[in-house]
């Protein structure tokens, strides 16, 4: 393996090096992708949870700081309808807490997410070097735009048949997601629960299921990891974790902390904050919510229904009941109180993958 490490993804992508900044809602920000484009990885923005001129802002502020390649990561959403009956009683499993918290009772909600079409358009419009996705299978049609724009399409797959689903649609890059990665499951066909295969054993089979380049994610935090993940025929690895203690994160201090703290069974995957399997740090609303693991409804709502009580909680620095996404590897964080730059992460995960190849 050569000291530059490129692979034909990384080529195809602009990039020097074979490293993505996963996209995490709520832990990138435009000053990551830009530190992480610039130090010749892919940086990735988590633009779910923002509107299409927030994505637009966003994209701008990005495009200002660096000429690079960068991505842009949606979760593929339809419009939730909740029943009445589901809210009610969503929001009474959620007063005691609220309660503890000061907060008053918690009420139904005007809009429970983000129009996905609309931000997708966002994404057409501003041509965005590389559209990425999560939780669903995009259209063909929807694919076809993006192409028409000039993007690259990564779609995320934690099966075979996800894989296969993408590539079927004309996705160009598969991101094979294993169990070990923190925050949500990408999970969209079968059951939630049952796509809990791990990276080790499910990049080699999608490397030989499918004819597209694949990215490792789930579990990697070091140079060793991306050695691995290349070594099992993936083209590049995707982390997140490891950029979540950065000094561009924007996550609380705490949260931080706690990823820093962290040991090998620190993480748990719950559906009760956001209604949509997700691994994190166990805390105490993880494990007085458990017994309504299988009730919650699904995401976005509860996670719309969450948001004051983990605001609260962060405002307050009550870890206790902060959804504190991390994944399997959380222990080998780097433990610098003050946040090794992004830049400085990537210059290091570049170094020590290229001495694992020796």
């Given at each position: ?134 939780f669903g299978l995009l259209d063909a049609p929807s694919v ?215």
């Amino acid at each position: 393996m050569p000291r530059s490490l490129s692979t034909p993804l990384s080529q195809r992508l602009g990039i020097a090096l074979p490293i993505v900044q996963g996209p995490m809602n709520g832990g990138s920000t435009p000053e990551m992708v830009i530190a992480v484009s610039n130090a010749g990885g892919l940086g990735s923005l988590a633009a779910a949870s923002l509107s299409p001129e927030a994505i637009r802002a966003q994209v701008a502020t990005i495009r200002a700081g660096t000429s690079k390649p960068f991505a842009i990561n949606l979760f593929v959403l339809d419009t939730p309808t909740p029943t009445d009956d589901e809210i009610s009683r969503a929001l009474e499993r959620l007063q005691p807490i609220r309660a503890e918290l000061g907060l008053e009772q918690g009420q139904p909600l005007e809009r429970y997410c983000e129009n996905f079409r609309e931000q997708l358009d966002a994404l057409v419009e501003l041509k965005v070097p590389v559209a990425s996705f999560t939780f669903g299978l995009l259209d063909a049609p929807s694919v076809r735009r993006l192409h028409d724009a000039g993007s690259l399409v990564i779609g995320t797959a934690t099966s075979v048949a996800e894989a296969r689903a993408w590539e079927a649609n004309g996705a160009d890059i598969i991101c094979a997601q294993g169990a070990e990665a923190g925050g949500h499951r990408g999970t969209f066909l079968g059951d939630l629960d049952a796509s809990m295969v791990g990276t080790l054993a499910l990049v080699p089979q999608i490397v030989d299921a499918v004819s597209l380049p694949v990215i490792a994610a789930g579990g990697i935090m070091d140079g060793r990891g991306i050695a691995a993940a290349l070594t099992l025929g993936a083209q590049a690895a995707q982390l997140g974790t490891a950029f979540l203690t950065s000094a561009e994160s924007p996550i609380h201090p705490a949260w931080k902390a706690q990823i820093r703290q962290a040991a090998d069974t620190s993480t748990r995957t719950s559906r009760t904050f956001t209604g949509r399997p997700a691994r994190g740090i166990v805390n105490d609303y993880i494990r007085r919510m458990a017994e309504f693991e299988q009730h919650v409804p699904a995401y976005p709502v509860q996670n719309a229904l969450t948001a004051e009580i983990r605001k609260a909680a962060g405002a307050a620095n009550r870890t206790d009941f902060i959804s504190m996404w991390a994944g399997q590897a959380a222990g080998l964080s780097r433990r610098r109180d003050d946040g090794i730059p992004a830049e400085a992460l990537v210059h290091a995960l570049a170094e020590e993958t290229a001495a694992a190849f020796g």
